[in-house]
């Protein structure tokens, strides 16, 4: 589609669409400049890998892609996967960061990503135990990297659910490509830096050719709260609990270093003990520590193996209220800490008027609103107290899109991660600002790419 | 977009959205062939339509069309206005023909449209006091017209919520543009034809170069229910209804004659007289009577005026158990007749234990379900009976789509009469049975047109 | 609760509440009077019992009991177990005869019910290894049966979604008791009898001193549509489907034999041969045919073990174009014969195309919806055609309790078989129609019980 | 019901349901104890009020008790209308003092009320041309006011979306009665006192006989968020409003105080001008302030009469980057200002990218939200940015009135203000806890009493 023959001698600008394009998830996108190109996002479609594993087919990165838990790059491979330059990840989420592992090690180039973003990715490695052949450039963010004589890349910070999160920009002389997967725009951070709007308003005043949004969130109406938000949400909910002798288990996604943070703000204001249980914890705090980004080790118990999980659920049982016990498992996931213990499988049970807080929202696909139901239904058998949705999304929505847009002035818009009905959404947005569908906000699907003229 | 210089001398086939792309209503679309060109529906965004009336504004065709309640034709009009063959009417709701009262007389060329279709627009002409300037061709069900020499326009006859409704087929040299709004596939209509299947499936061994699908209802999943289902439905509340003491209204569209044939069977069999009441059923049933295809005058009194109704209302009043009302205000019009009945401002007073049928959805925009629920509050509080979604929609589902898809072959799809995430939806379906989208199905908007090549 | 100390020597009335009240599931309900009593109903609450299974905790009736998954018969038995004369069960299904297995053999007593019921309780005993004590006692629909001197036992004919379900009337001198126990109002039934409304008319007329009506749906507008609007959508959706290469496989409710008669007819219409395939269709159909209601034997191939099975789904994959196959799995359990398939667990393989009828709405309990949506999910990957809801309900909606009550016209109500919202609708209702809550409208919650003065 | 012959000579403690018992709006209760009683709020149901309004029908107190607009104490009066010592009003909204104009001069006692709920009820009779006849009682929040030997009404400070609302303990030889309509339990409220939790504390541990709770909320899950949550997400909204050229508009609720505090300050920070436009500003602001709770007339223009409006809207729609407006018709009333600014009956005219901030939620009754559809409808027309919901709500939920029933520990509780279902709900809950129904938590409809013993 839309591919042009050009009789200029002036090299083409290609956006490839590999993954992450009428889905939610295992996002890829390839831009293309000349004869070099740049890999953004490697990542898995979560809801079909989850299937795979249970499925017990041995996991070779054929079947996966096969299966559509990743991104099918075998055409662009085969043609082009010697032109590829760098892979550059945006942030550590598994559904940008989660592809590398099976996909990475075939193209011969470094990966480019944040400190923090490297970090994981090297914990990834580590603990799955599987072998990263790439070199890993870890580049501060709002900082930049020159790949090639016509391509740098540049990380600008943007706020999201995870640290050190970047908006890529590719700057190639045709102008830079914008991919702000994925981001959100909170102006007031309890922690951390806050968006780099002054960068993104000078790219706008530069030449943003090509803008790929993150559209998971563009159908809804207004904006994404801050995290600010969701901190004054948890403050509330856990300074109202009043009877001190009842256990209290918050669970959040282990990779949102902010809210936990949050969370042991509230656990020392109300005067219990922060205990972390549950593996994934481990991987995401002790990066952000080793960076010197926190320091959560001082403030709270981070338990990271079987052992330590018995000896300390043996001692919360018995002083259920000295405690305030972060848990995973806030998706229901089988076997994630609060589910093994809310089925009974720990030496900690529930006894109704315990409370659990699920600072999160709950991930709209079908299996995983399966796990979330089954463990909402155990814990009210238990007669527990239930918070849910005490939480804000790192997601943009439609306001949020508008803004960005109105600051990179963008000649070209390719909506990015999302179903084709999101992305419709997000034509409809850029239609009222302007722009025309096929003109220069241009639809997508997988396996296709857009010459940008 | 999309236009694309080839050196051919052969004529161009291009398709033109005026309206109905990226919005549910204000349908037109343009064939061109060469330097000859068809127009596909004429007709108004009601939404707007009824904002419009309200505000007391002058309504002329500029300041509709400023308002959006018409599909903005011109540009189109300004280039070529003057290479339209025919003005081409699928069927007689007011989202296909509503237009050709304030556009229709610049384009000098006749309206071909099934005899119905042609009867209805003659009485719109009559009653709303405005004059019909082009020539009106009343085209049989499955029969074609030679436009030119190279374009023919065939009406193909299709199930929908009103009577003699046409897929429209545009023939050129380069292949056929079939039109299928609006549509559904009932394979067991109580009455009346089928559609004629073997026809399409005909086309579709012959060449049809692009498919215009109705996409109203192509985000929901599974068939749409045969009117055979309404009718099962319909007998099955009305003769569940036991005390001979109330009063039983239904409400209905007024153009779904298929419906008011039921209803009218509903009667007959509960020993009830049927007597319609509200200005719009005149119209539509009077147009089939005069065509021959239905003589409800001998089942049913259809009153017409105001003191006809009155004399009715008090009578009625009386009497309740002794008649099976048909009302408009299934909407919840605000001047329909069950709306002021409900209100009280006739002779005729809803009793506690009174029965409403709603053989009906409700509308989905704002204004229409606002209506709707200021009635149902009205009923509510007269403690009536209220029976809802007594119905079948006349819209194709997802499947149907495949149905229709699969008979006919196209070679291109462009979505037509929706919203962009319904569009979106068809993408996917079509992307399912092995579409692509910028190949072959293509997304439009308001204003655009695409080259077929 | 309510108990008064009355000077008469008249026998006491009293309603004690043992299950169903505040829950969907696990019906019982005692009738006392005197120093007589009947129990009604004996039922499991099955999302309960589905996830004690799973716990693999060893399965007795005090463990049950516990878990609230049979209703709480303790206090009852103690004081009164041996005043019971008769356990009375309305119809077959589990939530109203799956407590018998386990509660029912400690009353020396026998079980009444309808020959069809009477049936499945022995087919149940047999299958599931379980030894029935008590004297089954088959009482034909229609007939009554004096268990003393003051009480006798009516069953009377109602429309359900099984077989020979009854509305038991418990006649004592003070009045008579009904307990409608499951029930719809379907006017129209394709097979078998219509509910009895003469003689629902004559006990109003009598004295009707207690009505228990079944709350599933008392908080739904209007009325629930007959078996005849299932089957005319069954039919609309099956001779639609037009490619004659593709499977078709039907699921519903293996009790629902009604429904099971349309889809054969349905197979025998289109020419496709009928094949069930799944463990609980032999006892609902061999009851069925050994009773002389119905011959799907030949009609229609019912298979019931594994090797027939695995012989026929292999035949069925070569030759997907010639059957009907009706599999259990309508609810996503996670063993059925539909999952099986999709998981690929099985000789059949689903195709694109392949058609997937679910002739049944999903039952709102967590389990039951997470099983259902990891089965679409599966479905949706094999890219099948799904149909959903082709189906009616078997509960009776607001406007079929207003009819029953004004035929019944009873002294008191008191709401059964739902959660106390719906019990609250139900006495939303009942306030319209003139009853008064505390007065003559009474909410029972379990372990309650109320004299009727 | 309920009512039993006791052999006491002890004065019996009666509850008489008289309003807003099966339904949001009308609040009215009385507390009998021996020959004396108190009337607690006598309030209006807006729903049905405004329709009547509409009819323009003759607003007598005996049409609108028929029209169920005014709670029904004809029967009470009757009877017992010479024992009411007082009538005490918790707080100023509505539902809880609209019936004074009507009701209220027929008793002849005082009204015991909050000093701004006194000021409020004062300027609602001078605003309104009535003549409020009864004495008024301003009683400070958290103090005592003796009305008879045995009765002694208290005023408990609570958190509620207006200034000086009180949970009204009515102090008897019996026990103590406890009335908390309206209230949330807001742990951290950004201004103004909080909750007197140590006083409720007290209270349970002396007597509470009888807990009469607001169950508007009490079928939903977790907590009711603090006001700090909305103010925090009003700021995030706020600051977030990038463009300075664009008119920012807020819309909420008069009677929220607090609220409109919040939105001053951040039109502070955001360097606007704020300026208040619409009648019922005055109203609540002016008795705040005279009381001295407040001073917004030194940070604010409060805008009160036509004059004013048409010559600052004629200068905002010049300067539309100065100004912060605060506009009624946040729930679209018909002649509030921003639906006349929407409908563009003003000199203001919207422009795209004006930002509207709905500070609140609809409420969920069918003539508010059809006019709220209506004026969505109408600011999207225009292209304005709108952010809804950015809101706290004044009620409690689930767990809130778990902790509050642990507190107060009554005796027995029967549930207020609010549907059937909704008191349901509540009889879930207080189950939960231990209650049982109809020994101590008892539901009555409108018109019924019970008698505590």
């Known amino acids: 589609m839309k591919k042009k023959t050009i009789k200029q001698t002036e090299p083409k600008l290609i956006i490839k669409a590999i993954g992450g394009y009428g889905v939610i998830g295992r996002n890829m996108t390839v831009v293309q400049y000349g004869d070099e190109s740049v890999i953004l996002d490697m990542g898995l479609y979560l809801n079909r890998y989850i299937s795979f594993q249970e499925s017990?087919?041995?996991?070779?990165?054929?079947?996966?892609?096969?299966?559509?838990?990743?991104?099918?790059?075998r055409k662009f491979f085969a043609k082009h996967g010697n032109t590829v330059k760098a892979i550059v990840i945006g942030?550590?989420?598994?559904?940008?960061?989660?592809?590398?592992?099976?996909?990475?090690?075939k193209y011969k180039c470094p990966i480019v990503a944040s400190p923090y973003t490297s970090r994981i990715i090297e914990k990834m490695s580590y603990d799955d135990h599987?072998?990263?052949?790439?070199?890993l450039i870890p580049l501060s963010i709002n900082s930049s990297y020159k790949l090639s004589k016509n391509i740098t890349v540049e990380l600008v910070g943007v706020t999201h659910s995870t640290?050190?999160?970047?908006?890529?920009?590719?700057?190639?002389?045709?102008?830079?490509?914008?991919?702000?997967?994925?981001?959100k725009l909170d102006n007031n951070p309890p922690f951390g830096p806050k968006t780099?709007?002054?960068?993104?308003?000078?790219?706008?005043?530069?030449?943003?050719?090509?803008?790929?949004?993150?559209?998971?969130?563009s159908d809804q109406e207004g904006h994404t709260f801050s995290e600010k938000v969701a901190r004054s949400m948890l403050k509330d909910v856990l300074l109202g609990l009043q009877d001190k002798n009842h256990a209290i288990v918050a669970t959040t996604f282990a990779s949102n270093i902010n809210r936990l943070h949050s969370i042991i703000d509230m656990g020392n204001l109300i005067g219990r003990e922060v205990v972390f249980l549950g593996r994934s914890f481990k991987r995401w705090i002790s990066a952000a520590e080793e960076l010197g980004l926190i320091n959560f080790s001082n403030q709270?118990?981070?338990?990271?193996?079987?052992?330590?999980?018995?000896?300390?659920?043996?001692?919360?049982?018995?002083?259920?209220?000295?405690?305030?016990?972060i848990m995973t498992g806030n998706q229901g996931e089988p076997n994630a800490m609060l589910v093994r213990v809310a089925k009974g499988d720990t030496a900690f049970e529930f006894m109704p008027g315990d409370n659990i807080i699920f600072s999160c929202h709950v991930i709209p696909t079908p299996m995983i609103q399966a796990n979330r139901r089954k463990l909402e239904e155990l814990l009210r058998r238990k007669k527990t107290r239930i918070?849910?949705?005490?939480?804000?999304?790192?997601?943009?929505?439609?306001?949020?899109?508008?803004?960005?847009?109105?600051?990179?002035?963008?000649?070209?818009?390719?909506?990015a991660h999302g179903t084709t009905p999101k992305h419709a959404a997000l034509v409809d947005l850029a239609s009222e600002i302007g722009y025309k569908l096929g003109e220069n906000i241009h639809l997508l699907q997988e396996g296709q790419e857009l010459e940008i003229k």
Chains 1, 2, 3, 4 share one sequence.
């Open 196 to 217: 780099n709007m002054q960068r993104l308003r000078q790219l706008g005043k530069e030449h943003v050719i090509v803008l790929l949004p993150d559209c998971t969130r």
């Open 300 to 325: 709270a118990q981070i338990l990271s193996n079987g052992r330590e999980y018995r000896r300390f659920l043996k001692e919360a049982n018995a002083n259920r209220g000295k405690y305030l016990m």
């Open 387 to 415: 918070f849910k949705d005490v939480h804000a999304s790192g997601h943009a929505k439609k306001e949020d899109h508008r803004d960005m847009i109105k600051m990179l002035r963008p000649e070209h818009i390719i909506p």
């Open 130 to 135: 599987w072998q990263l052949k790439n070199k």
């Open 163 to 183: 640290l050190q999160t970047a908006i890529t920009v590719i700057h190639t002389p045709a102008g830079s490509v914008v991919y702000t997967l994925d981001y």
């Open 56 to 73: 017990g087919e041995e996991m070779t990165s054929e079947a996966l892609i096969d299966d559509e838990a990743l991104p099918n790059d």
């Open 91 to 105: 942030h550590a989420h598994l559904d940008h960061t989660g592809g590398i592992r099976f996909l990475a090690s």
